[in-house]
């Protein structure tokens, strides 16, 4: 249902939904990579292994992740880019960039750190080779913002990696991703922080979220080529994004 205060991809209402992002992961900041680890067996790692194998990420790009978290593609692409490249590391959230810094492979790689909002991303047009955002476009308080932003600093030729939760395709593997959303994975973050409430709402925004078909009719609303691949049977969703060189 879309009102005035809920949009139709949103789990809380999004006049209050800036402040209640804020508040969840600077409660589960400290435990957020060990949940992601546990609730996808690990599988995390090799989606994101695809999403820059697949977005093409080359030695000597700049690369900005968008909503980083505590690094884990920015490390990634930091890797891939070597000296040469740059990589920005941006989150509008203290206490989950703070947890990144302090990570050990952190004293290891060239990635500079920012708090900033994906609403107003604060570089110029045309900034980098590559743009990255993992988990993280279902918590936009304006996803169609928060997408324009991340296309506006694309150089001409340049892409957009979206790595997401999924969607799976078959309805009875639906059904058991959702439910081990809603039961098995809360226990697992009470266990870890005590608390259920984050992960209530985290399993709610998958719910909700907009399919991947429609994610690429907004993508491509905004003049780029989208391009969509379902991981481990649907149970993640990568779009990769391509800006045309003229542009």
Same mark, same amino acid.
């Given at each position: +249902?879309?009102? #005035?205060?809920?949009?139709?991809?949103?789990?809380?209402?999004?006049?209050?939904?800036? *402040?209640?992002?804020?508040? !969840?992961?600077?409660?589960? #900041?400290?435990?957020?990579?060990?949940f992601n680890r !546990?609730?996808?067996?690990?599988?995390? &790692?090799?989606?994101?292994?695809?999403? +820059?194998?697949?977005g093409d990420v080359q030695p000597g790009h700049a690369v900005l992740d968008v909503c980083a978290g505590t690094g884990d593609l920015a490390f990634l692409a930091a890797k891939t880019v070597t000296q040469s490249g740059t990589?920005?590391?941006?989150?509008?959230?203290a206490e989950m960039l703070q947890n990144g810094q302090r990570r050990p492979i952190a004293q290891k790689l060239p990635v500079s750190w920012l708090q900033a909002d994906a609403m107003q991303?604060?570089?110029?047009?045309?900034?980098?080779?590559?743009?990255?955002?993992g988990f993280s476009t279902r918590?936009? &308080?304006?996803?169609?913002?928060?997408?324009?932003? +991340?296309?506006?600093?694309?150089?001409?030729?340049?892409? !957009?990696?979206?790595?997401?939760?999924?969607?799976?395709?078959n309805p009875?593997?639906? !059904?058991?991703?959702? +439910?081990?959303?809603?039961?098995?994975?809360p226990v697992i973050g009470f266990l870890l922080t005590g608390k259920t409430?984050?992960?209530?709402?985290?399993?709610?925004?998958?719910?909700?979220?907009?399919? *991947?078909s429609q994610m690429c009719e907004r993508l491509d609303k905004l003049n780029v080529e989208s391009k969509y691949v379902a991981l481990s049977g649907g149970l993640a969703s990568l779009f990769i994004a391509s800006k045309d060189s003229q542009s």
């Open positions: +249902m879309t009102t #005035a205060t809920q949009d139709n991809h949103s789990a809380v209402p999004v006049d209050t939904k800036g *402040p209640y992002i804020q508040r !969840l992961f600077s409660t589960i #900041a400290s435990r957020y990579d060990v !546990l609730v996808t067996f690990g599988m995390d &790692v090799g989606w994101r292994d695809q999403a +820059m194998a697949l990589v920005i590391s941006m989150d509008f959230n991303i604060p570089f110029p047009a045309a900034s980098f080779d590559r743009v990255t955002i918590n936009l &308080v304006d996803l169609n913002q928060g997408l324009s932003e +991340m296309v506006r600093v694309l150089k001409p030729g340049g892409r !957009l990696i979206i790595l997401e939760t999924g969607r799976p395709s009875i593997v639906r !059904l058991g991703y959702f +439910m081990f959303l809603f039961t098995v994975a409430w984050p992960f209530t709402y985290l399993a709610r925004s998958v719910k909700v979220f907009i399919t *991947p």
